[in-house]
């Protein structure tokens, strides 16, 4: 966080939120939305850009990240390559430090993922 920024985010669970950024990102989506300026559909999109941006993380497996790119590609004619309002501060580094120490294939990636979705 930049010594400028402080104060004006926070940090809740893993994400942290620029307020200002934040408000002023969906106002102006709402605002347009409200004004006729772009159909809802466009707005849900334009509104959903920063999760897409949480999808592309570096420790994040090969599939979640392939499809965190063509989403962000996507958003790219609406504007979609600005800085995101909400980050994702990863304290966990244990799932970083599996990842990195055996960079895994993207069929044993789907395992994984697999996996996951098994125990939930």
Known sequence: MAEQDKGLTSRIGPFEIDWP?????YGGV??????????????????AVPLFKLLN???????VRFVGQVLE??????????SSTVRLVDDNTSVRNQLTAHQP????????????????
Do not use: C, H, W
């Open 21 to 25: 950024q934040s408000l002023g990102y």
């Open 57 to 63: 993380r570096p420790e994040a497996l090969r599939p």
């Open 30 to 47: 709402a605002l347009a939305t409200a004004l006729g300026m772009i159909e809802p559909p466009v707005a849900i999109f334009i509104a």
């Open 73 to 82: 590609g996507a958003s790219k004619p609406v504007g979609g390559d600005g």
């Open 105 to 120: 294939g993207i069929l044993e990636e789907a395992r994984l993922i697999a996996n996951r979705m098994k125990a939930k």
